[in-house]
DNA sequence: TAAAATTACGTGAACGTTTACAGAGCCATT
DNA sequence: AATGGCTCTGTAAACGTTCACGTAATTTTA
């Protein structure tokens, strides 16, 4: 518990700490016999630096500060893991802070980050009230946001192709057979949600299909949701063969009213869901789906912020990434 | 982007960067009028305090460090979540660190993280590597650990009863009028799987049941472990009606390979869990569990840590949370 | 009304580093 | 022998706070 400081291990060593400074930050001014001498020294009386004391003087802290919405979330919390392990391979440390999805609390815990002197800071925002904030967070400090909805606006992000996941997806069921496929709980309000709607309205006129969706009151896609809305649905005859969800979570949802309503999946009916959660894989869902590339998109966030606060006054960057297919088995291939 | 200081608040208002401090940090030494001038002032200039500067003077940071094996595993990803959300609450922030289940790198990090002079920290060990380097690592920083193998050593530490565990789910199976119960799993190496082996164990002895113990060689409890483990199990003949699974995981790996088998749960033979995570509650899962209570959990740690804190000295702390029973539908009644 | 107590504020040191600058010692060049 | 240029090391200021101490102005007390 005893503090063991530069000037400490100065005076054993009868130099001045300045060259004890020296001897650890690999300066090219220092004697090579010194250098060991004080590095032997510095380990052992037990010295570690203080990074409190250099981000004084740096003025950096060598800190990323997140902000997500909830660790509850398979998807965010496996996001967070590789953001931690990659930002901490390029040195630096995170500081997590989650918003439970309350627009109020994410500005709240900015502004506590930002305090606490963070380099940036990447923000999954839980919602759409962010829009409000954006330029009165982002002036602050460099922020870079994994989200899809900010092309409107001159922020750095990294998201996934989402027009592009349901295009993948409706290919794939077309390629299988289907021709009347239900797209199942698009959100309003999301634009996460809008491109994905508007790849599957785009891949279905390419294709000569007629686009059935069911759009989505709710705000959130949980798989509550996702069982009332299919329950609703499969109480009524359909003509659908295939349905493609606009998330995983809508997806198990899905499954449970039908495995209620007698419905086999993949025999009566083929079901597609997107995220690729870590559920999605498991034997019992066993779920078609489309993958977001979370660890590179985890290190392309990091890549990105360091960018920018190296060179704050760069342009800002967007970088949308591929999605793709991942096949197990709730889709089967029918006759024409 | 410009850092406006105390200092440059002093100037303004025409007082000593003294009493500007004095505003803020609510000192009696220090008239209404002034305080409420210069923190107006404060305001309009967008002041935020530095914290790293006063962590500097104050010697603390009002920053845990928690070091997590992994934030893929449901379990900890929500416990992580917990403990940044009641951290926060009392003035603390979060730096996470994974350790990915490698002993080197918890001693990695460990020392990362008294270097960036975390003012305690929260471990989770990945395994049991971590015994040797115990007394080393909690020297040097106020440290509560949450899990249960630490009975032997001087250490602060919060964990669930596991024994309670085991014994509460084989009294209740034995209430479902089960007499041939299998415990499926143990672990040889882990001290929290031994108590849940006991557990197991005393209360067959109890009741007077015949324990049958399928041991486990793998060091870690996954499904696939599960899987494999089951398959050899169910290709022969055997009396037990009910299985008790050391981990969630390892009891969603038996449903697969005993829907496999064509042997159904809970009609052919009733199983159940021990964690309850997320993905148990899944209706495809629907998974009989014990429940540790995670936000019990949480606060637990951190007023243990906030504790230990504000007084070094004291004795170790030790919490042994009880678990509960959570019915869902792996389980039936059985005629006697 | 003088002494004592109180209130409100300023001064300056401290926290543990980094780094610009200066300077000492040595060797090579003219 | 004087000058210049190295190489190495020391000095001191700075980073933005907090806080113990000092002190002037004001109020209270005897």
Redesign the interface.
């Known amino acids: 518990?005893a503090p063991v400081t530069l000037k400490d291990v100065a005076k054993v060593a009868g130099v001045s700490y300045a060259t004890v400074s020296r001897a650890l930050s690999g300066s090219p001014e220092i004697s090579e016999d010194t250098r060991c001498r004080i590095l032997k020294l510095c380990k052992e009386m037990g010295y570690?630096?203080?990074?409190?004391?250099r981000?004084?003087v740096k003025r950096r802290?060598d800190?990323i500060g997140l902000i997500v919405p909830?660790?509850?979330n398979?998807f965010m919390?496996?996001l967070?893991?590789q953001l931690?392990?990659y930002a901490?391979n390029r040195g630096y440390?995170?500081?997590?802070?989650?918003s439970?999805y309350d627009h109020d609390l994410e500005k709240e815990?900015f502004?506590?980050?930002?305090?606490?002197?963070v380099d940036g800071i990447i923000m999954i925002p839980g919602g759409n009230e962010i829009y409000e904030s954006l330029s009165s967070l982002t002036?602050?400090v460099p922020t870079v946001f994994i989200s899809d909805n900010l092309q409107d606006y001159p922020e750095n992000y990294v998201c996934v192709d989402n027009f592009r996941g349901t295009q993948i997806a409706t290919e794939y069921l077309y390629s299988l057979g289907h021709r009347d496929i239900l797209y199942f709980g698009a959100r309003q309000k999301s634009k996460t949600h809008k491109h994905r709607l508007e790849g599957y309205l785009a891949t279905c006129e390419k294709l000569g299909l007629e686009p059935h969706v069911l759009p989505s009151s709710y705000s959130r896609s949980s798989?509550e949701v996702g069982?009332t809305m299919a329950g609703d649905y499969f109480s009524k005859k359909n003509r659908e063969t295939a349905i493609l969800c606009a998330a995983d979570m809508l997806a198990?949802g899905v499954?449970?009213a039908a495995?209620d309503a007698g419905i086999r999946i993949p025999r009566d009916i083929s079901l597609m869901g997107f995220d690729n959660i870590?559920?999605s894989a498991?034997?019992?869902?066993d779920l078609t789906t489309i993958n977001q590339p979370t660890q590179q998109m985890a290190i392309a966030a990091v890549d990105m912020l360091l960018d920018r606060i190296k060179n704050?006054e760069a342009e800002h960057a967007r970088l949308i990434l591929p999605p793709s297919l991942v096949e197990r088995k709730s889709c089967r291939s029918i006759a024409k």
């Open positions: 518990m570690t630096p203080n990074s409190i004391a981000s004084m802290t800190i909830s660790l509850n398979p919390s496996e967070t893991g931690e392990i901490r440390n995170l500081m997590v802070c989650c439970s815990v502004a506590l980050l930002v305090g606490r002197q002036s602050q798989r069982y198990i499954m449970q495995f870590s559920f498991l034997p019992q869902i704050p």
